[in-house]
């Protein structure tokens, strides 16, 4: 399993060494050395830094092969996956003009690279990339659709950093609509 950088924020870490309660609805912190999370205001001793990890919701810690402790039980699910990847969606679809990688989506959701692009795929039923792409590629058969404006404008303003890319993946307007027919399979209904 891969080893993420252990970067706890300051205000968590506070939370953890307090106990403090009020934080109870905001994260829980597994410690490797166990394999077993809880909740912050649990009165455990205070674990060594860098052997803690954080994790937004119950689920995401459940994934990672972490138990809940069976004195706190942080096993209530604050968010089921499904919700925690719409929140990713939502995300996604006011950002999408931003440079985005996996790494940022992990980032921003507190979830390990591997894990959002598993439960990603499993609940929307295409890769987080392939979904920013597709959000990118509907945004620009729109503005060719209601704008003048050029293929590479366009590519521009709906988050394509690479220009001749999209120019190549697009060509004319018939190969947009071909590749997003293309990805349209992933779509309910589509
Ligand atoms: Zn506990």
Redesign the pocket.
């Known amino acids: 399993m891969e080893v993420k950088k252990t970067t706890i924020p300051a205000e968590y870490w506070k939370a953890i060494t307090e106990c403090d309660a009020a934080y109870d609805e905001t994260f829980f912190y597994g410690v490797t050395t166990t394999g077993?999370?809880?909740?912050p205001s649990?009165k455990?001793r205070v674990p060594n830094q860098e052997n803690v990890r954080i994790f937004k919701n119950a689920y995401i810690a459940l994934e990672e092969k972490f138990r809940?402790?069976?004195?706190?039980?942080?096993d209530g699910l604050h968010l089921s996956a499904e919700e925690w990847v719409e929140q990713i969606v939502e995300w996604i679809d006011q950002h999408y003009i931003k440079p985005l990688t996996l790494h940022t989506l992990a980032d921003i959701s507190d979830g390990s690279p591997y894990h959002l692009q598993r439960l990603f795929k499993r609940v929307r039923g295409l890769s987080p990339t392939e979904y920013i792409q597709q959000v990118r590629l509907e945004k620009a058969i729109h503005g060719l659709e209601t704008t003048g404006q050029s293929i590479a404008d366009i590519g521009t303003a709906v988050g394509f950093s690479n220009t001749p890319y999209f120019i190549r993946l697009s060509g004319e307007n018939t190969l947009i609509f071909k590749y997003v027919k293309g990805a349209a399979q992933y779509e309910v209904g589509g």
């Open positions: 077993i999370f809880c909740r649990y455990s809940p402790c069976k004195r706190c039980k942080p």
